[in-house]
């Protein structure tokens, strides 16, 4: 198959649809990262997605609709509290997880939950996208499971070339991280996935927020927080913060011995090591998020090793960065 990158346009809009119409996927932008598209309602479309990515089949999709579209016909809207954190947030990074209306999109969307995650995305290529097919669209990130997300339609075609059809185009990503995955089943907002709208955010709109931390033994409600994720192909260490001359010692044994290391790190830190050496986050909450899954991909194309050093900030936006950090750098 070949993989054709399209920029939006009412042409290669209408080939999209086409393609969903005959159950296949494409990619398309988001504000956070590109996502991989099918129609959430068939069940041959949605298998679709999981075998192309190599998704572990108890992993649930998120559900993405235009910003008009009637959610009531996906799930059941309860709590009072939803309804402001949707006029404060959407469209935007925010994936709202509620109780599923039975029958509204494919089982395997779910993965045999109750609930259904959905998210409206403000990127205009995304709304356009979702006005023009008029579906409820399944999507997780548009990439190899387990890899980097993908933030550029060229990333999408380094994972996905001959496995899908077509990549709209529309920029680079500007969010940078996943969307923010809340629960919101419950007598308070609970936060499964952090990510652009932060648990601060969330608190101040409602009141209050938790996060979910699993128990041992439960099975997890957020089925995708137990993979190893958005890794690079390249070997990677992370160092905490304040273990900076740690990472320093560690960067200099590697180099010393021939090897081609990197580091990933603040904009605060980039003097302890050779300029050409550094992948520089940057300095702002919201520049780090940006720039997290560029560095990672320019990482892996350069390096043997990303020795990475978690930002100092672990609160706000930084969470979700950390959260991914780990994770990419997590053993399995
Ligand atoms: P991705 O599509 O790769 O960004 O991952 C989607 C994330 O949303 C994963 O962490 C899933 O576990 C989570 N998710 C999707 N649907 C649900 C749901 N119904 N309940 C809880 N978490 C969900
Ligand atoms: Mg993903």
Redesign the pocket.
């Known amino acids: 198959m070949t993989t054709e990158i399209k920029k939006i346009c009412e042409a290669s809009l209408a080939e999209a649809k086409g393609i969903l119409e005959r159950g296949g996927a494409v990619a398309f932008p988001t504000e956070t990262v590109y996502g991989l598209g099918a129609d959430a309602r068939s069940d041959e479309a949605v298998s679709a997605i999981y075998a192309i990515k190599g998704r572990p089949s108890d992993?649930?999709?998120?559900v993405h609709v235009h910003r008009e579209y009637p959610l009531t016909e996906l799930v059941y809207d309860e709590r009072p509290y939803a309804a402001i954190l949707r006029e404060k947030f959407l469209p935007g990074p925010l994936?709202l997880?509620y109780r599923?209306k039975e029958g509204a999109v494919s089982d395997l969307v779910?993965c045999g939950?109750d609930?259904?995650?959905v998210r409206v995305p403000s990127h205009e290529g995304a709304q356009a996208f979702l006005r023009y097919t008029g579906m409820p669209i399944a999507?997780?990130?548009a990439n190899i499971s387990k890899h980097i997300?993908p933030v550029s339609a060229g990333h999408v075609y380094d994972d996905l070339k001959g496995r899908i059809p077509l990549i709209l185009e529309g920029g680079r990503c500007s969010g940078g991280i996943?969307?923010t995955?809340c629960?919101v089943t419950g007598e308070y907002p609970v936060i499964?996935?952090a990510g652009l709208v932060s648990r601060e955010m969330i608190c101040d709109a409602i009141g209050r927020c938790d996060v979910y931390v699993p128990k041992s033994g439960e099975r997890v409600?957020?089925?995708?927080?137990k993979y190893k994720h958005y890794a690079p192909k390249c070997r990677t260490m992370l160092f905490d913060a304040d273990k900076a001359g740690d990472a320093v010692d560690e960067f200099r044994r590697r180099s010393d011995a021939g090897e081609r290391a990197f580091v990933l790190c603040a904009d605060a830190l980039k003097n302890l090591f050779p300029a050409d050496k550094v992948l520089n986050l940057g300095r702002s909450d919201e520049e780090m998020a940006a720039n997290l899954y560029e560095l990672l991909h320019e990482g892996e194309n350069a390096a043997d090793l990303i020795i990475a050093i978690e930002p100092e900030k672990k609160d706000g936006v930084m969470a979700g960065v950390i959260n991914r950090l780990t994770k990419a750098c997590a053993e399995e």
């Open positions: 992993n649930p999709l998120i994936t997880v599923k779910s939950l609930t259904l995650a999507a997780p990130s997300s996943e969307s995955v629960d499964l996935r409600r957020s089925p995708g927080m």
